[in-house]
Nanobody, 127 residues
Framework: QVNLVESGGGSVQAGGSLRLSCARS????????MGWFRQAPGKEREGVAA???????SYADSVKGRFTIAQDNAKNTLFLQMNSLRPEDTAMYYC?????????????????????WGQGTQVTVSS
């Protein structure tokens, strides 16, 4: 069973930093790509960053230069370092993984389809 559990969200002032973590299990992550998505109230879920099993990463234009995605394969953990946060970064952030069957919950980002999701962690940035 695939299990993705996010942590590290919280409230921060504009310009501040947060580091999100995602504990993962149930997949062969040596051959699976991972990603972070976010969803603000009333908006569609959007891709933020993705990383392939070889470490190649991609980012949404809105976060390039501010966010960094990384993974610790030994600890089966995915990270998202978020710096220079802005009020528009406020959203629920979701850890996602590729593989498995497509479903109505599937989302695309960076040429990849993500089918597995965590429960999310809230990030709130105040001005």
């Amino acid at each position: 069973q695939v299990n993705l559990v996010e942590s590290g969200g919280g409230s921060v002032q504009a310009g501040g930093s947060l580091r999100l973590s995602c504990a993962r299990s149930g997949l062969d992550y040596s051959s699976t790509y991972m990603g972070w998505f976010r969803q603000a109230p009333g908006k569609e879920r959007e891709g933020v960053a993705a990383i392939d099993s070889d470490g190649t990463s991609s980012y949404a234009d809105s976060v390039k230069g501010r966010f960094t995605i990384a993974q610790d394969n030994a600890k089966n953990t995915l990270f998202l370092q978020m710096n220079s946060l802005r009020p528009e970064d406020t959203a629920m952030y979701y850890c996602a993984a590729g593989g498995g069957p497509s479903s109505p919950k599937s989302r695309k980002f960076g040429g990849r389809v993500f089918n597995y999701w965590g429960q999310g962690t809230q990030v709130t940035v105040s001005s």
